[in-house]
């Protein structure tokens, strides 16, 4: 929706306490044994909601080029991720679970500079919030993560989900 930014001006990112936007997940949630940990999906997280806004090519380009018009988005994204958040937290979950792929197989998208600029602050805020809120932080994310692993500490990860650690396994990160 956002390849062509001028469409910016008219996008409206969804409202996470829209009135039944939660009416699913509480009849699914009735059923669910409350002595096990219950956890809710976040879905995707905001390095993929940037790639299925504005397009694979241009959201990388635009991490260099215009990181004005990243920011702005972000700033939605994370808005919109803290709300579910909290509407997760009134329901008493003991965690959510994102999807946020950091890494390709070889290494990250972009430089992990830019990474600490643009994405560390914001998810060391979301992973505050959801400690404050008392749940835990689960992220899957694929791709080779040396790098990344001792920043998303940093920012308050608390479980990692990796399908190939095989690309990192003998690095730094893994010891």
Known sequence: PLEDWSNFAHYRFPDPCAPGRFNRFAQKLAQVDRDKFVIGDLGFGPMHRLEYLL????????????PEHIELLLDGIFAYLE??????????????IFFDDQAMQSGPL???DLWRELF?????????LI??????????????????????????VDILDNKQPESWADSQAAQ
């Open 110 to 112: 972009f430089s992990m």
């Open 55 to 66: 397009g694979f090519e241009n959201y990388l380009m635009k991490l260099l080029l215009e």
């Open 83 to 96: 709300g579910v958040v909290c509407q997760y937290a009134a329901y008493g979950l003991d965690g959510v």
């Open 131 to 156: 400690h404050e809120k008392r749940m835990a932080v689960y992220m899957h994310t694929c791709g080779n993560l040396q790098w990344h692993i001792p920043e998303l500490i940093r920012c308050g």
């Open 120 to 128: 560390a602050p914001r998810y060391t805020r979301l992973f505050r």
